[in-house]
């Protein structure tokens, strides 16, 4: 398509050349930062004198309220003079937006130093001392709004008598680790089920090195290998001659091992800057006295904490000296401003074990009383230390800011590329369509477009953004499951196209009700159609992350415009649009993505040569697992998975076989998958490797990922949004937009044909002309991408590590039982509609209870197609034995063995 000579493509090559040039200050810096409100007090004393702030008391948020309860503080005389320490039964409370803390009521007695996790049903509270009493006791601190009061539920007490422990929580799971008393456990970690209660606090495997450490950080976030992990990292512990010792060591665990066969494996030390590597081990800090707070995805954000040789240096001091000496030592630490306490807010980038600054925290507690994450985002500092045994109480929220906007250039290049796609569709609604042009394409469209057309209904964004998530997080066990197309053109040329071109099919599922009866054809179709919603909700969902990433959009407004555009878009341009716009956006993607490729490899230390070792090195390249533990991506269950998976595709989905029909013939059709070979393996090599760059680059840089990622499959969408040269970033997001488009419109195409021929046409009684057809598939069209839409909208408000392997276990539980149909029709000729549907039958009850089922134990999700097929297939022949099939007429619908005349 061409105005006087020059093309879209040409316009396009020079709006991304001009705006590659354009600069962006920002680029480098972090994506990210924490914005502070102006400091506010904690509520005055009941008897209403000045607020005074509290140490170490329980905190956590419950129903939208911040809760503080107890805690210590000096408030007739300093420590440094010999104050006494006073223990506090208060609690007090704040909503969100709010800088006025309220009075909520009293613990059932004073008490400071334990530990607390908030959880979905109120903040769990441990142990804790007072007045030299420690506590083994644990209750559930709930807020009750309409009695604007808290309240205590007693839990089964801990098994020791304990304080400045560490606690975190996932879900109903709350774990404590550490504290004074645990030393003399079997374990120094333990977890207790707040579903079940009654059933106590279980032991973990203990933490390695020193026992019993206190003032430790705990928390549970996503990591590595798309797992969650428990994390305790630095404190402080005895010495073995008996004194304190700073502990800078942090250990992670991961929440999915068995408790009697689990282990710990160590993390890097806290290092508070951005050049990890240059750190010498001095740097590290142990974090005594800090507070944390998970955010995002895969981020835990530090406030506060000792520095480990100033902390070693008075433990050492206070050991070796005796009388006064000892005493002026004392007076001299406790009266210092300590200018060595962190007063930066330290990260943890979990994926990739590194630690960076994300500035500084502008008001004085440098030993933080309480640090709450909102339910609304942001985090609540509360009271804490300026120096030892000083309390303030002040409090402050911080919020996370974004530095980088969407540039302007990168919004021409988008409104340019749209363009031009508008001119593509308008083209293609001009033409009057016959049903045969808006199904079948009129049989014009070239070999090598049908290929690429197929090649982008099977990739797509899925590929494009859930695939490097999915080596980023992981490592390259799923990549063999990219060669094993390279098995499927034999088969399909030889015994599957001769039929589909031979009937001339409109809809696969034709062949269905030829072979057997109209049950298995609407059946079969029903199934695909459902896939076909879920499909789409995959597809929608992970670019609408890549445009709220990049724009600061709401991830749900994104859904409905893309799939609002989808729709408008294939309702009116039919199949020969799709496939055309299909040829241009994977001519783009391939583009971006080799781009991508480049600039990560560039990013990260040391270039290529750096990306191999740091991967190799972190057990990111592993491909090929030999173990025989099907419960795992080992290569058997990868390449089982792989074929089902390539034969589910290639024999029975619509979006595929609908392509075959576009091209001229039977030799023409073979050609076009033969090109999915090359273009399937090649891709999957790219893009496993962007994923493994993207977690060098992110290694090499931690500060250049957003704190606030909510997804890992956001990862990609977020380098692309801050690190690609501007002009560079809108033409790639452009494309990537277009192509879900595209690809949408594939999908619903597809499933509008299914639906207009396999139930309006086939059932409505007399016959249904063009127009109608269009229309009923117009219509059609309308409801499936409402329908997909739905499914989008959940996915982006449900916590999902991996939604790619959602989408393969879709693929395996809703059409492994249709590859089985057309394998059944063309190779088992004694199998008749009544075996063919048990079999169907059978193949849906195993995949979803097994799905469903709570089993210790389940096979791999890979293997989910392969159970489907193999379920039907054996049902199916030995329902056949006696009930054989009696159709009569059925010689041209199998296979025997006879040479098709097919020739590519």
Known sequence: MSIKGFSLSDALKVMAVLALFAPDATLGSPPVTLEWSEGFSLPRQPDGRPAVGVGAPFYGEHNGVALLAGGSNFPEAPLLVGGPKRYCADIVALSAGSTNWVAAGRLSQPIAEGVSATTSKGVVCVGGAADGEISARAFLLTWDGARGQAAERALPDFPCRTRLGAAAAREALVFVAGGEGTDALSSDVWRLDLDAPEKGWRALPPLPGAKGRMQAQAFVQNGDQKRTYLFVVGGYAKHADGGWVALTDGYSYDLAQQDDTGGWRQISAAAPIADRPSASPAAAWPLIGAKCVAAGDQHVLFFGGLDAAYFDDNQRKMALLTGTAREAQRIAYQSAVPTTWNRNVLVYHTVADRWFELGEVPFPPTVAGAAIGRANGGILLASGEVQPGVRTPLCAVGRFVARRRFHPVNWAVMGGYFCGLAVMGGWFMRKKKSADDYFKGGGRIPWW????????????????????????????????????????????????????????????????????????????????????????????????????????????????????????????????????????????????????????????????????????????????????????????????????????????????????????????????????????????????????????????????????????????????????????????????????????????????????????????????????????????????????????????????????????????????????????????????????????????????????????????????????????????????????????????????????????
């Open 449 to 904: 477009a049908a290929g690429i057309s197929i090649f982008a209904a099977m990739f797509s964004s899925i590929t494009f953004l859930a695939v490097p998530a999915l080596a980023y997080m992981s490592d390259w066990r799923y990549a063999p499951k990219c060669a094993c197309i390279a098995l499927i053109p034999p088969l399909v040329i030889g015994c599957y196209l001769p039929f589909f071109r031979k009937l001339n099919l409109t809809c696969a599922y034709e062949y269905l009700e030829l072979r057997f009866n109209l049950a298995c054809r609407l059946f079969a179709s029903l199934a695909f159609n459902l896939f076909m919603v879920a499909r789409v909700a995959v597809v929608a969902y992970l670019p609408a992350l890549a445009v709220s990433a990049a724009t600061g959009a709401d991830v749900n407004a994104c859904i409905v415009a893309v799939c609002l555009l989808t729709i408008v878009y294939c309702a009116f341009g039919g199949i020969e649009a799709v496939i055309w716009s299909d040829v241009v956006q994977g001519a783009v993607l391939l583009g971006g993505a080799l781009l991508i490729l480049v600039l990560l490899a560039a990013g990260s230390d040391g270039g290529v040569a750096g990306v191999a070792a740091a991967a190799g090195g972190a057990g990111k390249l592993r491909m090929i697992d030999a173990a025989f533990d099907f419960s795992r991506p080992v290569i058997w269950v990868v390449l089982i998975g792989g074929l089902a998976e390539c034969l589910i595709s290639y024999t029975s989905d619509q979006c595929v076989i609908q392509r075959y029909m576009t091209t001229r013939d039977v030799r023409a059709a073979g050609r076009s998958l033969w090109l999915n070979v090359p273009l399937g393996i090649g891709t999957g090599a790219i893009f496993f490797s962007i994923g493994t760059a993207l977690f060098t680059y992110y290694r090499s840089h931690p500060e250049r990922l957003a704190v606030t990622m909510p997804k890992a499959d956001s990862i990609l969408p977020m380098f692309m949004t801050h690190e690609l040269p501007v002009g560079a970033a809108g033409l790639v997001l452009a494309g990537l937009f277009a192509a879900t488009i595209t690809t949408l419109a594939a999908n619903l195409n597809s499933s509008a044909t299914a639906i207009t021929g396999d139930w309006f046409v086939r059932l409505r009684r007399g016959a249904t002309g063009d127009r109608a057809q269009v229309r009923i598939a117009q219509g059609c069209t309308v409801a499936v991408g409402l329908a997909g839409m739905a499914g989008a909208l959940i996915l982006a408000n449900i916590d999902i590590r991996a939604v790619y392997d959602q989408f393969l276990k879709f693929i395996g539980i809703l059409t492994s039982g249709l590859a089985c149909l057309f394998m059944l029709g063309i190779f088992a000729p004694r199998v008749g509609a009544a075996a063919a549907l048990c079999g169907l039958a059978a193949n849906y009850v195993v995949c979803i209870g097994l799905d469903a089922a709570p089993l210790s134990w389940k096979p791999h999700l890979l293997l989910y197609g392969a159970i489907g097929i193999v379920t039907c297939l054996v049902v199916a022949l030995a329902v056949s034995v006696v009930f054989p099939n009696k159709k009569t007429g059925i010689e041209g619908l199998v296979w025997r063995g006879q040479k098709l005349g097919v020739r590519i």
